[in-house]
């Protein structure tokens, strides 16, 4: 119930197409999902979050779409581009307790020029 | 400013050396957690300080000793370390820590042990 399951995997995708990655979870409890962008050698970069009360948050070229009832949030990069190549991790947090961040496996995205 | 620091960026140590790597965060942030992430895998939780105080040590070996001497410094004080313990090592800062908020990482210290 603690689990955030993340896919795909790995993921290519050519410049200027859409680059899509979902996350599911179970535990009802949660109730906030940020994204988290890694590139090689360094610390995640939080890029976008949504919490329960909102369908879609936009910023830039990042979309988290988020439903409620199927219990599953996306990351959808529009126009990616090769400077998007990196590790992308979802997240999730519950509404009490301490602020403990628990995260999907990862998917690590290579946009090809 | 969202900034958390670390240092060293990289750190070699041998199985019976003792070591510190240091956080900082100027963000008035009162909530510090130490990660550790292996290759290819996500980050994984080893400590909380809340408010200065060690509130979560999810079961971390004593080989690894938190330190928080006040409300911007997070340290890690490392002995007696495996080789399995290299990874990377994040510290990471949020405003408080009993509500779902934004989480900033530092760039990690890499860590190889021999």
């Known amino acids: 119930q603690q689990q955030v399951k993340q896919s795909p995997q790995s993921l290519i995708v050519q410049k200027g197409g859409i680059s899509i990655i979902n996350c599911a979870y179970e535990?009802?409890?949660?109730?906030?999902f940020p994204w988290y962008q890694q590139f090689p050698g360094k610390g995640p970069a939080l890029l976008i979050a949504?919490?329960?009360?909102?369908s879609e948050k936009k910023e830039g070229r990042f979309t988290i779409s988020f439903n409620k009832s199927a219990k599953q949030f996306s990351l959808h990069i529009m126009d990616s581009q090769p400077g998007d190549s990196a590790t992308y991790f979802c997240?999730?947090?519950?509404?009490?307790?301490?602020?403990?961040?628990?995260f999907g496996a990862g998917t690590r995205l290579a946009v090809h020029p | 400013d969202t900034e958390v620091t670390q240092t060293p960026k990289h750190l070699v140590m041998g199985m019976t050396n003792k070591k510190s790597l240091k956080c900082e965060q100027h963000?008035?942030?009162?909530?510090m957690y130490w990660y550790k992430q292996k290759a290819k895998k996500p980050p994984e939780l080893m400590f909380v300080?809340?408010?200065?105080?060690?509130?979560i040590n999810e079961s971390v070996p004593s080989r690894f000793s938190p330190e928080c001497p006040n409300s911007s410094l997070l340290n890690l004080h490392l002995h007696a370390l495996q080789p399995e313990d290299s990874a990377l090592y994040l510290c990471?800062?949020?405003?408080?820590?009993?509500?779902?908020?934004?989480?900033?990482f530092g760039p990690g210290t890499r860590l190889t042990v021999t």
């Open positions: 997240a999730a947090s519950m509404k009490r307790g301490y602020n403990k961040l628990i």
């Open positions: 535990n009802t409890a949660f109730d906030y």
């Open positions: 949504i919490r329960p009360d909102v």
């Open positions: 300080y809340s408010y200065e105080k060690l509130s």
């Open positions: 990471a800062s949020s405003q408080i820590p009993t509500a779902p908020l934004e989480q900033y």
């Open positions: 963000m008035g942030h009162r909530a």
